[in-house]
């Protein structure tokens, strides 16, 4: 992998991945930016204890652009992007309209590949593990900002989850906070660690699942399963067989199998509820919308859990389709929005039967 940094025409920063270390990257961005200005503020809530942040500067952001006038294909053919170059492999930049920016944190973009028409789900292992290099790059040196305390990876992937970019693309938010999710994690680890005499609850989940008849795949350094408690009507988590608190700590061997392992949990989800768009047949459907999301330890001290390190956290990946069926999607109606308590029409068993049944032959 070759890095190169480079700044826009606005001052941010961007970043090239190549797969080519004779790459060269030399483009100048030639458009006529005035500094990006944000209005980013981090509210806590005093009766939840969590934080919000306030972004209006968001609601002037792209939105559903026509395919030839997209800012994260390459410039090429007078038009010019948020890419310089006429071509890339991986690519990050920080993102134009963020949610978090200056002492709030900190945002990035994500470009999977430089094909407007591809999907994460059809890229090579190659180009798969590049993007991996480039989330375990950005998770080192967001790492280093001083006021961020977690960084999380995670790519929105269509319009159903609220995409306006259709290029495939993800996104890196680095906190200035522990997230209430990751917090509710560890709260339940500095217990069951208390409770147990020492167990970790996630080595103690991880190896509860992989005994049950919920797991999808499973290959020598990872495990993927729908858990006993899905949230989602199709939901699933990617643990690390070896378990490291970040992408950071991922050994040479596991970072060499994910590109087969994810590419082919991304490709089941195409498959849950037809044949995907673009294959032979006759129940063409489109692309399965979801959300994954990598959880990482975060950084810096945990004030707060007692008997708890970073080393006690586990890396995993939580993969999920808001799609319950065919043509109906799962909505964060009264009990999910209002109270928190999410309501699945899927059984977890049938879930993850369904997703064993459309493996690649």
Known sequence: MKKTSTRLADGRELVYYDLRDDT???????????????????????????????ASHRQGRTYHPPADE??????????????????????????????????????????????????FASLTDEQARLVLEAWTDRTAELSHLPSVKQVFCFENRGAEIGVTLGHPHGQIYAYPFITPRTALMLRSLADHKAESGGENLFDAVLERELAGDRVVLESEHWAAFVPFAAHWPYEVHLYPKRRVPDLLALDEAARTEFPQVYLELLRRFDRIFGRPEGEEGDEAVAPTPYIAAWH??????????????????????????????????????????????????????????????????
């Open 70 to 119: 997209c800012p994260l294909c390459p410039s090429r053919d007078g038009r010019l992007s948020e890419i310089p170059d006429s071509a890339y492999d991986v690519v990050v930049f920080e993102n134009r309209f963020p949610s978090l920016a200056g002492d709030s944190g900190r945002c990035e973009v994500v470009c999977f590949t430089s094909d407007h028409d591809a999907s």
């Open 296 to 361: 990482q330890a975060p950084f810096g001290g945990l004030p707060g859990f007692d008997g708890v390190t970073r080393d006690d956290f586990a890396l995993h990946l939580e993969l999920f389709t808001i799609r319950r069926t065919s043509g109906k999607l799962k909505f964060l109606a009264g009990s999910e929005s209002g109270m928190n308590v999410f309501i699945n029409d899927v059984p977890p068993e049938r879930a993850a039967e369904r997703l064993r049944e459309v493996a690649s032959s």
């Open 24 to 54: 060269v990257r030399d483009a100048v961005d030639r458009r006529p930016l005035e500094p990006t200005v944000t209005a980013s503020e981090i509210r806590r809530d005093p009766l939840l204890g969590d934080s919000v942040a306030i």
